[in-house]
């Protein structure tokens, strides 16, 4: 799940590894590959064979701090949360992205208002 991923993530950042390694799933990789995008971690790969398979991030330090410096997440396991483009505002002021499930993927907010979809927000990080 997503967010044992970040969970994953914010720890090993706090602890100052160079990596970590995440159970493979392909809603975990799409959100690890969207904040390599945006520069929250600097790279993604796909290790192991079927049974084992893992995700292998690296992470990125900006001037000895962690890129995330925070997150919070919308929906959980016992509340969802749904939302149309128009619902949707920037996060930090512009300074992070806001996560959402839509049937066109995983995608930041401003990509959703700009296709104009909506769907289950997940997270916000910035």
């Known amino acids: 799940m997503y967010t044992d991923l970040l969970i994953r993530i914010k720890n090993a950042q706090q602890a100052r590894k160079d990596t970590v390694r995440a159970p493979f799933s392909n809603m975990d990789l ?8 945006h520069g929250f971690v600097s790279a993604v790969a796909k290790k192991g064979r079927s049974p084992k398979r893992t995700i292998e991030i690296d992470l990125r330090y900006e001037s000895g701090r962690g890129a ?4 919070r ?3 959980r396991s016992s509340r ?7 619902d949707l505002s920037s996060v ?10 839509t ?3 995983i995608i930041t907010s401003r990509d959703a208002r700009k296709q104009k979809v909506g769907g289950e927000m997940l997270f916000e990080i910035w």
């Open 30 to 37: 799409a959100i690890a590959e969207l904040l390599q995008g």
């Open 68 to 71: 995330i410096t925070g997150m």
């Open 73 to 75: 997440f919308m929906s």
């Open 80 to 86: 969802r949360l749904y939302g149309g483009y128009r």
């Open 92 to 101: 930090q002021g512009g300074q992070g992205i806001g996560v959402l499930s």
């Open 103 to 105: 049937p066109k993927g």
